[in-house]
């Protein structure tokens, strides 16, 4: 089955850029989504195929994918950012929808 | 707006059976698939299924083929979740969420409903 593999945490100073990372084989031929989940809230999309926002969600929040590494960036980081991310992509070959293990990002 | 309105909270023996639902309501039912992620407490988001309310076609996940069955009635927009044996392995949050196509995100969460087995 195909796997996706993130950090467990990344930290940041606020004001900073965070760089989270989700690795797959050639994952950069796959539409990657990230998911952000608050503490004790359902999941929001915030990037949807490799580097799309939805509606609402801000500026800040931009993605990229290539090779075996797609990146949610976080720019100008914010306490409000603070949350656990997930990648997610859609795995041909099984026809399942795989998740990352998830990445805490904490705001120093 | 397009929401998704779960069923509430249950709290279950382990061997009993169960069924969630999940409301959708702002958008044509029939035309996007309806999905199922599981999270266990203090852990990450797994997909349970899939169901595309127009032609009733159903996918599981490995982990989860032959222990759930996930189930759509278009008459009421509403899908369902459920267990004929529950185990206390199955203690978490469900979430049903809105999926266009196989390739799209998943863009609309419900709240989650949150199931308990214990003895």
């Known amino acids: 089955s195909y796997v996706l593999t993130q950090p467990p945490s990344v930290s940041v100073a606020p004001g900073q850029t965070a760089t989270i990372t989700c690795g797959g084989n050639?994952?950069?031929?796959?539409?990657v989504h990230w998911y952000q989940q608050k503490p004790g809230q359902a999941p929001v999309l915030v990037v949807f195929?490799?580097?799309d926002r939805p509606s609402g969600i801000p500026e800040r929040f931009s993605g990229s994918n290539s090779g075996n590494t797609a990146t949610l960036t976080v720019s100008r980081v914010e306490a409000g950012d603070e949350a656990d991310y997930y990648c997610?992509?859609?795995?041909?070959?099984?026809?399942?929808?795989?998740f990352g293990g998830g990445t805490r990002l904490t705001v120093l | 707006e397009v929401q998704l309105v779960q069923s509430g909270a249950e709290v279950k023996k382990p061997g009993e059976s169960l069924k969630i639902s999940c409301q959708s309501s702002?958008?044509?039912?029939?035309?996007?698939?309806i999905g199922w992620v599981r999270q266990m407490p203090g852990k990450g988001l797994e997909c349970v299924g899939v169901?595309?309310?127009?032609?009733?076609?159903?996918t599981y996940s490995p982990s989860f083929q032959g222990r759930v069955t996930i189930s759509a009635d278009r008459s009421i927009n509403t899908a369902y979740l459920q267990w004929s044996s529950l185990k206390a392995s199955d203690t978490a949050i469900y979430y049903c969420?809105?999926?266009?196509?196989?390739?799209?995100?998943?863009?609309?969460w419900g709240k989650g409903t949150t199931v308990t087995v214990s003895s």
């Open positions: 195929d490799d580097l």
């Open positions: 702002g958008y044509s039912f029939t035309d996007y698939w």
């Open positions: 997610q992509v859609w795995d041909g070959p099984t026809d399942h929808r795989v």
């Open positions: 969420v809105r999926v266009e196509t196989t390739t799209s995100p998943m863009d609309v």
């Open positions: 050639k994952i950069g031929t796959k539409s």
């Open positions: 169901t595309y309310p127009g032609d009733s076609e159903t």
